[in-house]
């Protein structure tokens, strides 16, 4: 493996996020993701996303948080991005930022979903509104 193979470690990244059945699948998701933005120099969104995603299922919030907005800057129409965004902001405790983050990802996944792909994408983001409106911390 070539420790400075962009792709490789992008896609190193990527696939952990398919791997819940092993102790050590966050942190080296995490590892790669990182890997993959040092390596970069581009900035791309893929790359920084991924790490805001490993960031989550690492628990840190914060720093999923800044990545997820870095990669929002470059890709403002990505639901995926706002709804991980919310997940990150709900882990933070922040109601109203979740809330206005999963209505974003419902009104861009509703854009896109003539075929019905993402009906319980939506939903369940309906459900985590309605939950976060009922329990304000």
Same mark, same amino acid.
């Given at each position: 493996?070539?420790?400075?193979? #962009? ?5 190193? !990244? ?35 996303? /991924?790490?805001?995603? !490993? ?16 990669? #929002?800057? !470059? ?5 995926? /991005? ?25 009104? #861009? ?13 939506? #939903?369940?983001?309906?459900?985590? /509104? ?8």
């Amino acid at each position: 493996v070539c420790s400075s193979d #962009l792709m490789l470690h992008y896609y190193l !990244a990527a696939s952990y996020t398919f791997v819940n059945n092993s102790p050590t699948a966050d942190v080296d998701m995490l590892t790669e993701a990182r890997t993959a933005v040092t390596l970069d120099t581009t900035n791309n969104k893929d790359y920084v996303n /991924i790490l805001g995603r !490993a960031y989550l299922r690492n628990r840190q919030y914060e720093d999923a948080v800044l990545q997820l907005e870095k990669a #929002l800057r !470059a890709d403002p129409t990505n639901p995926d /991005i706002y709804y991980y965004l919310g997940v990150s902001y709900e882990g933070l405790q922040l109601g109203e930022e979740a809330v206005n983050s999963y209505t974003k990802a419902i009104e #861009l996944y509703t854009k896109i979903n003539s075929d019905g792909k993402y009906d319980q994408t939506i #939903l369940q983001l309906r459900k985590g /509104i309605a939950t976060i409106k009922n329990n304000p911390k």
